[in-house]
């Protein structure tokens, strides 16, 4: 079992959470029910599958948890394009979020890549 606090991982889906968060309470009112509710649980689902992942009883289990994590990150990725599209996020926002999704991206597969070859 890891403390999943102290993983930088998981300190970087919580702060990618809280700027997406922030992100989505500029998005129109009508979008509540739509890509703003949806951005915001799948962004919400990276921390927690992180952290339930960690809590599990073995490696290949939190190598599983690692996998969903990343999974709803590029679903995030995915609904920020989206939300860019439809001009709800201004460019200079944009780039941020994404270099910000890219890096979360990065240290979780690289996170559960290290798990997988400590395991070999």
Known sequence: MH???ELKVWQEAISL???VYELTSTFPANEKYGLTSQMNRAVVSVASNISEG???NSDKEFVQFLGFALGSAFEVDTQLVL????G???END???MLQKMNQV???I????QSIIKKNK
Request: zero cysteines; aromatic letters at 24%.
């Open 3 to 5: 403390n999943f606090r």
């Open 17 to 19: 959470a809280k700027q």
């Open 54 to 56: 960690a809590g599990r």
């Open 83 to 86: 939300a860019h599209a439809f």
């Open 88 to 90: 709800f996020v201004k």
């Open 94 to 96: 944009y780039q941020d």
């Open 105 to 107: 991206q990065r240290m």
């Open 109 to 112: 597969y690289g996170f559960q």
